[in-house]
Nanobody, 116 residues
Framework: QVQLVESGGGLVQAGGSLRLSCAASGSIFRINIMGWYRQAPGKQRELVATITTGGSTNYADSVKGRFTITRDNAKNTMSLQMNSLKPEDTAVYYC??????????WGQGTQVTVSS
C-alpha cells in the first residue's frame, strides 16, 4: 500500500503562483512514476504532469511553460510549481503514484482556485 498526502492548494489571483507538494509513504518501489492530475467541476480528471524516478517529465499542453514538476526520490516527495495561473486552472489537484505493476494510488486532492 502507498499513501499520498497533498498540500499547498489555495486561492490566488490570475497571474499568481502556487506550489503543490505530495508526500508518499508505504511500500514505495525504487522505480515508479508520479504525477499530478486535476478535475474541474463538471469535467473529467485530466493529466497535468508526470515525472519518473529518472527525472523524465511530461506535461499537458495547457500547462507547458507555466508549470514545473519536480521530485525528491530520497524523500519520496513530488512538487508542482505553478506560475502564471489562469482561472481555467481552477480545479482539485490530485497526486498519483504508479508502481511497476501498473497499480495506481491517489491522494485525497487539494483545491486550487484562481480568481480573475
Amino acid at each position: 500500500q502507498v499513501q499520498l498526502v497533498e498540500s499547498g492548494g489555495g486561492l490566488v489571483q490570475a497571474g499568481g503562483s502556487l506550489r503543490l507538494s505530495c508526500a508518499a509513504s508505504g511500500s514505495i518501489f525504487r522505480i515508479n512514476i508520479m504525477g499530478w492530475y486535476r478535475q474541474a467541476p463538471g469535467k473529467q480528471r485530466e493529466l497535468v504532469a508526470t515525472i519518473t524516478t529518472g527525472g523524465s517529465t511530461n506535461y499537458a499542453d495547457s500547462v507547458k511553460g507555466r508549470f514545473t514538476i519536480t521530485r525528491d526520490n530520497a524523500k519520496n516527495t513530488m512538487s508542482l510549481q505553478m506560475n502564471s495561473l489562469k482561472p481555467e486552472d481552477t480545479a482539485v489537484y490530485y497526486c498519483k503514484y504508479n508502481d511497476p505493476s501498473g497499480r495506481d494510488y491517489w491522494g485525497q486532492g487539494t483545491q486550487v482556485t484562481v480568481s480573475s
